[in-house]
């Protein structure tokens, strides 16, 4: 199966060789370490989640790479940082040296420091007819929103 992001919700970028991905939703960012962004980076790419485990073993990784690689995929998933795709499957490409300096393990952080920040952006306000910057008094922000949105911080 192949997954890619859930664009209709996560922001991401990859910078350094390090993906920092953003939950528009609940303001909560991720990152992660060296060799999980070269993972996700696979995935994202279309390249199944098996042919990876099947690639690492091929390259004599532990056999634990592979329980690893479907807890890191599991969290991706349940984060919904991951949809499944309907893209055609590509050949896995894993480096090795990246690899063996995470210890074969990809890593997935989580953040909220700066939930509040995030989801008092104005562009989480704006609607979608008035564009990018519309007066305050344009965005017409119900006391449904303001429900949401604190529910989204966990207040």
Known sequence: ??????????????????????????GIYFGMNGFGTHIYENIVDGVPVEEIAAAGAREGFPEEFSENLKQFVATLLEKEILIASSALPKEPHLDKALAEADAHV???QEFSDAQELLLADPIHNVKEEEGWSPE???LN?????VARREAKMGS
Do not use: H
């Open 1 to 26: 199966m192949t997954y890619t992001l859930n664009e209709a919700r996560m922001y991401a970028d990859i910078s350094d060789g390090i993906a920092v991905i953003i939950d528009s939703e609940t």
């Open 106 to 108: 990809p890593e997935l």
């Open 141 to 145: 922000e119900d006391d449904e929103d």
């Open 136 to 138: 305050k008094s344009s």
